[in-house]
């Protein structure tokens, strides 16, 4: 499982955004990448945050006894609601994110060059070539 959480908060990811990159995009990436090389296709569970969609301005929140809620959305914010990063917290989660749906999509989407590309990026990264 990988919630790829920062101990930073939005603001301090605006102090600090190389660890706050460090710790959410290439954190997930390296999960990712371990989890491919285990052999195993181990199942992925990963976490997001509300923060990669910006401010929201569009969403109708209501109070409720114990918290706050999205009047329009009960089971939460879809994956289709707009991409809108606002910090470099939001920006390295959605990295993530997206880092992560595409993996997900690998293996049936890529063609045989794309399959080539990704292993010499692999390759660079690790130092191989």
């Keep these: 499982m990988r919630s790829g959480r920062t101990p930073l908060a939005v603001t301090t990811s605006?102090?600090?955004p190389r660890n706050d990159f460090e710790i959410n995009a290439f954190g997930t990436f390296n999960t990712l990448e371990a989890a491919r090389a285990s052999g195993r296709k181990p199942i992925?569970?990963?976490t997001s945050t509300n923060k990669v969609y910006g401010g929201m301005e569009a969403a109708r929140i209501v109070e409720e006894p114990t918290r706050y809620a999205f009047a329009d959305m009960?089971?939460?914010?879809?994956?289709s609601?707009?991409?809108?990063?606002?910090?470099?917290?939001?920006?390295s989660k959605g990295t993530g994110d997206q880092y992560v749906r595409l993996?997900?999509?690998?293996?049936?989407?890529?063609?045989?060059?794309?399959?080539?590309?990704?292993k010499e990026l692999a390759a660079l990264r690790n130092g191989k070539k």
Excluded: A
């Design 81 to 91: 609601w707009p991409l809108d990063f606002h910090s470099p917290y939001g920006c």
């Design 103 to 118: 993996v997900g999509q690998l293996p049936q989407n890529l063609t045989d060059k794309e399959k080539k590309l990704y």
């Design 14 to 16: 605006v102090l600090d």
């Design 44 to 46: 992925f569970i990963y």
């Design 74 to 79: 009960p089971k939460g914010v879809s994956e």
